[in-house]
């Protein structure tokens, strides 16, 4: 199919059901489908959005073009979880048909106010020119789950010194006052994050922008973030145009965070450390946090990136969201841990305890599919250690270390069939352990790896074969030891 203009800026409505329902039926036919990962029924799913709680349930939404795997027309999607695993798919939630919002819902987030759900997203519309007006944009969710858009955007000038590139509203409060950030770019072509209050989530101000010690980095700033934890404050973003840099920056698009002092709300200064990488896998973008009811600080995002082709296109349907972590803080690092309740997903469990010397090991009942691993090597003499997943007659995913060079090596050279390798295929970073845990949910096309209790995250779609279920472990040039778990989860 050709993505004309037209094509994509068609609404779903539109369209006849007989298309909807071929569609799906071609989407049922991936073998890529995921098991328990949040996945569109139909089209392209991009950002988290609005991810909350609220009455009592997790609420996510996501963007959402329904009619096939490319960047059209955007709706909020609703889902809704009692337990941050078991996800239920409510439909749409937010339909692009207003004059401030007729090309796209995009992103944005979710707080509660006066016993609803407040939903801020911005409003993207297009001229006769094609050029961009960006609104920013409330709709109210009542306790019955009864959405409905206010009559007029909340924020519809753009402030002087910025140009059209503004959106992405991420909202909390502060006491009696509610405040958003919004990624923005400066006319000098930069990106930044502005910051607006508001008393009643009806009248914003604007503040101005959040004075980081990042004044030229990257174009443009997509889904900002701010929380604070204990002493220290952190602001999440998406920066785009970063050039690659060792290890560093080598997905099409980054996303990472600043950590440091509490913003200063009088000046609007942000005293920080150094940009860091939330992930070092290759598909993860645009993530967006949450508080739970428990106070913890829950982080979801999108498991894909923009511009890129990928091998369930031609099945209509692209990405998935992130497995929830739980975000903690330890020292000037953010630790990102999968959150407990996914422990739900467990059923048969297998154990093993094995000395590998110099060698390549299958471990028996170590296969499968759909599992989550949890494999700690220790007391290293050998120079690599690690693991390889999905291992079939040509294929396998491998995790490794490096003692040479103290790096973690996620490699998916050979992981199935290759797609977006004009940006590499082997992620490195360095950490300095003697002792290697790796904490591991594979799904039917993805991977997710929790390094040493969340020091680090590596993330990457895969479209292996079926049958390529192996599991092995090796050790080269020494020893190692190795403690290991393995829980499949049942597909769905
Ligand atoms: C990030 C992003 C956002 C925008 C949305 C549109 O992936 O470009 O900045 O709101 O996607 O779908």
Avoid at 162 to 183: C, L, M, Q, S
Avoid at 217 to 241: A, H, N, R, T
Avoid at 265 to 270: H, N, P, Q, V, W
Wanted: glycine share 8%; net charge negative; charged share 25%.
């Amino acid at each position: 199919m050709e993505w004309t203009k037209e094509r994509r800026y068609t609404r779903l409505h539109e369209v006849e059901q007989e298309e909807i329902a071929e569609l799906s039926k071609t989407v049922n036919e991936s073998p890529w489908r995921q098991s328990y990962h949040i996945q569109p029924v139909t089209g392209l799913l991009n950002d988290p959005n609005g991810f909350s709680f609220f009455n009592g349930e997790y609420h996510l939404f996501y963007q959402w073009f329904p009619l096939g795997p490319v960047h059209g027309l955007k709706y909020w999607y609703h889902t809704k979880s009692r337990d941050l695993v078991h996800w239920e798919n409510i439909g749409i939630a937010i339909e692009p048909k207003d004059y401030f919002d007729s090309h796209g819902a995009y992103s944005g987030s979710a707080i509660e106010h006066n016993g609803e759900l407040h939903l801020m997203y911005t409003g993207n519309t297009r001229d006769e020119n094609w050029e961009r007006h960006p609104y920013q944009c409330v709709a109210v969710m009542d306790r019955n789950g009864m959405i409905s858009k206010r009559e007029k955007p909340v924020i519809s000038t753009l402030p002087k010194g910025y140009t059209a590139h503004f959106r992405d509203p991420k909202v909390w409060k502060f006491g009696e006052t509610f405040y958003a950030v919004i990624g923005a770019q400066r006319i000098n072509e930069t990106g930044c994050v502005l910051l607006y209050s508001s008393p009643n989530m009806s009248d914003w101000k604007w503040e101005g922008e959040i004075k980081t010690g990042l004044t030229s980095f990257g174009y443009m700033w997509e889904c900002p973030d701010y929380f604070e934890w204990q002493e220290k404050g952190v602001l999440i973003f998406s920066p785009q145009g970063l050039p690659p840099k060792g290890d560093e920056y080598h997905n099409i698009y980054q996303s990472g965070y600043i950590l440091g002092e509490k913003l200063n709300f009088e000046d609007r200064s942000l005293i920080h450390g150094d940009f860091k990488e939330l992930d070092r896998g290759f598909d993860f973008y645009a993530p967006q946090t949450m508080l739970d009811s428990m106070g913890r600080r829950i982080l979801i995002g999108w498991m894909g990136l923009p511009e890129l082709v990928y091998p369930t296109d031609r099945y209509g349907w692209a990405h998935c969201l992130t497995l929830p972590r739980e975000i903690t803080i330890q020292g000037d690092q953010l630790l990102q841990k999968p959150v407990q309740e996914l422990a739900l997903l467990r059923s048969e469990k297998v154990e093993a305890k094995v000395n590998i010397d110099n060698n390549t090991v299958e471990v028996a009942g170590f296969c499968g599919e759909t599992y989550e691993l949890m494999a700690e090597f220790t007391e290293p003499s050998a120079l690599m250690f690690g693991v390889e997943l999905r291992v079939g007659e040509k294929e396998k995913t491998i995790i490794y270390y490096d003692q040479t060079s103290n790096k973690v090596i996620f490699d998916r050279t050979y992981s199935g069939e290759p797609f977006a390798t004009q940006y590499g295929t082997v992620r490195k970073c360095h950490l300095n352990a003697s002792a290697l845990k790796l904490h591991i949910f594979v799904d039917v096309s993805s991977v997710e790896v929790f390094v040493n209790d969340g020091a680090e995250v590596f993330t990457a779609r895969i479209f292996p074969k079926k049958d390529s279920t192996g599991i092995r472990f090796f050790a080269q040039d020494g020893q190692v030891n190795l403690r290991a778990t393995k829980w499949t989860i049942d597909k769905r």
